[in-house]
């Protein structure tokens, strides 16, 4: 049975990491979901027993569609966007690499 689930204007996941011995101290065993359809990054909560305990939106409209996460060699978590796909011309913002890591101050 899954853990959690969404409506799909949501999400549309597309990839998935478990922070383990991370650079987010904070965020220590959460689990990240990407979002396509979305546009965000879901940051899950999870307990001891692997249930859900919160569920928080992240980059909700910021940068597009959010293809995957993953945990670098550093601990900090790479976000990928999806933004062309066929769908569009080419600008800026599309198709990057974020880089996320513990709040500064």
Do not use: C, H, M
Not at 14 to 40: C, H, T
Not at 58 to 72: D, H, S, W
Not at 74 to 86: K, M
Request: charged share 25%; net charge negative; glycine share 12%.
């Amino acid at each position: 049975d899954p853990i959690t689930v969404w409506p799909t204007s949501e999400a549309s996941p597309s990839g998935a990491e478990i922070l383990k011995s991370g650079a987010i101290p904070q965020w220590e065993g959460d689990l990240f979901v990407a979002a396509l359809r979305g546009e965000r990054l879901w940051r899950l909560e999870l307990d001891e027993e692997g249930n859900v305990a919160g569920r928080y939106q992240l980059f909700r409209g910021e940068v597009g569609r959010i293809r995957n996460v993953v945990q670098a060699p550093d601990g900090l978590l790479w976000i990928t966007t999806s933004n062309l796909d066929g769908r569009g011309s080419p600008a800026p913002q599309d198709d990057r690499i974020l880089r996320l890591g513990p709040a500064e101050g």
